[in-house]
C-alpha cells in the first residue's frame, strides 16, 4: 500500500511541475505535446478509458448542455462580463478553439488527471481518496495558466479542483472519459467563446462606457 501511495504521489508532483514546463514549450506544438503526454500516461498506467460505452455519451451530454445554459447565464451578470472582458486572450483564436482547447487542454488533462492519475490514486487511497488527491493536483496543476491569464490564483485553484473532482465523479459514474472530457470541453469553449464575444463587442462599440 505504501509503494501505491508513493507512486500516486509521485505522479501528482509530475503533473504539477510539468504544468510549471509545458508552457514554455512552442506554441504551436501545444496540443500535440499535452495531448501526447496525457495519452502516454494512461496508457502506462493501464487507465480504463471506456471511450465505446455508451454511458458516456449519456451522462456526458447533459452535463455539457447544462454547463453551457449556466455559462449564458453566468455571462448575463456584470461582474461575469467585467471578468471576462479583461482576460487575457491567447493569440490565434481558430486555432486556440479548435485545437487547443480540445486536445492541448481537455483531452489531455481528462487522460492524465482523471484516467493515469484517478486511477493510481484511487488504487492507492480509496475512491474517496483518490479523488482528494486527484482534485487537489488538478487545482494546483493551474496556477501557472492562472498567473499568465492575469487571473486570481486562489479562486482559480479552487474553481479547477472543485471542477476536478466533479470531472472524477462523472468518469466513475459512466465508466468513460467521454463523459468528463465533454463536460470539460463545454465548460473551456464557453467561456471562451463568451469572453471573445464581449472583448470583440467592447473593441467595437465607438462610445464605451
Same mark, same amino acid.
Given at each position: !500500500?505504501?509503494?501505491? /501511495?508513493?507512486?500516486? %504521489?509521485?505522479?501528482?508532483?509530475?503533473?504539477?511541475?510539468?504544468?510549471?514546463?509545458?508552457?514554455?514549450?512552442?506554441?504551436?506544438?501545444?496540443?500535440?505535446?499535452?495531448?501526447?503526454?496525457?495519452?502516454?500516461?494512461?496508457?502506462?498506467?493501464?487507465?480504463?478509458?471506456? %471511450?465505446?460505452?455508451?454511458?458516456?455519451?449519456?451522462?456526458?451530454?447533459?452535463?455539457?448542455?447544462?454547463?453551457?445554459?449556466?455559462?449564458?447565464?453566468?455571462?448575463?451578470?456584470? /461582474?461575469?462580463?467585467?471578468? !471576462?472582458? &479583461?482576460? #487575457?486572450?491567447?493569440?490565434?483564436? =481558430?486555432?486556440? =478553439?479548435?485545437?487547443?482547447? *480540445?486536445?492541448?487542454?481537455?483531452?489531455?488533462?481528462?487522460?492524465?488527471?482523471?484516467?493515469?492519475?484517478?486511477?493510481?490514486?484511487?488504487?492507492?487511497?480509496? *475512491?474517496?481518496?483518490?479523488?482528494?488527491?486527484?482534485?487537489?493536483?488538478?487545482?494546483?496543476?493551474?496556477?501557472?495558466?492562472?498567473? /499568465?491569464?492575469?487571473?486570481?490564483?486562489?479562486?482559480?485553484?479552487?474553481?479547477?479542483?472543485?471542477?476536478?473532482?466533479?470531472?472524477?465523479?462523472?468518469?466513475?459514474?459512466?465508466?468513460?472519459?467521454?463523459?468528463? !472530457? %465533454?463536460?470539460?470541453?463545454?465548460?473551456?469553449?464557453?467561456?471562451?467563446?463568451?469572453?471573445?464575444?464581449?472583448? /470583440?463587442?467592447?473593441?467595437? &462599440?465607438? #462610445?464605451?462606457?
Amino acid at each position: !500500500m505504501l509503494v501505491k /501511495r508513493i507512486r500516486a %504521489l509521485s505522479l501528482a508532483a509530475i503533473l504539477v511541475a510539468w504544468s510549471l514546463v509545458s508552457p514554455r514549450l512552442p506554441s504551436r506544438w501545444h496540443p500535440v505535446t499535452h495531448a501526447a503526454f496525457g495519452i502516454a500516461l494512461a496508457a502506462l498506467t493501464r487507465t480504463p478509458v471506456g %471511450l465505446k460505452r455508451w454511458s458516456g455519451l449519456r451522462i456526458g451530454l447533459p452535463a455539457a448542455v447544462s454547463v453551457v445554459l449556466g455559462a449564458a447565464v453566468a455571462t448575463a451578470l456584470p /461582474r461575469v462580463r467585467e471578468e !471576462m472582458v &479583461d482576460r #487575457n486572450l491567447p493569440d490565434g483564436t =481558430l486555432y486556440w =478553439l479548435t485545437l487547443g482547447i *480540445p486536445f492541448g487542454t481537455v483531452v489531455s488533462e481528462e487522460a492524465a488527471y482523471r484516467g493515469a492519475l484517478g486511477t493510481v490514486a484511487a488504487d492507492a487511497f480509496g *475512491p474517496v481518496g483518490g479523488r482528494l488527491v486527484q482534485a487537489t493536483t488538478f487545482g494546483l496543476s493551474h496556477i501557472a495558466d492562472a498567473r /499568465r491569464t492575469g487571473e486570481a490564483v486562489v479562486p482559480t485553484v479552487l474553481a479547477t479542483g472543485l471542477a476536478g473532482w466533479v470531472f472524477d465523479w462523472l468518469y466513475e459514474r459512466s465508466g468513460s472519459l467521454l463523459a468528463p !472530457m %465533454l463536460a470539460h470541453l463545454a465548460i473551456n469553449e464557453s467561456g471562451a467563446i463568451a469572453a471573445l464575444v464581449l472583448q /470583440r463587442a467592447r473593441d467595437a &462599440d465607438p #462610445n464605451p462606457a
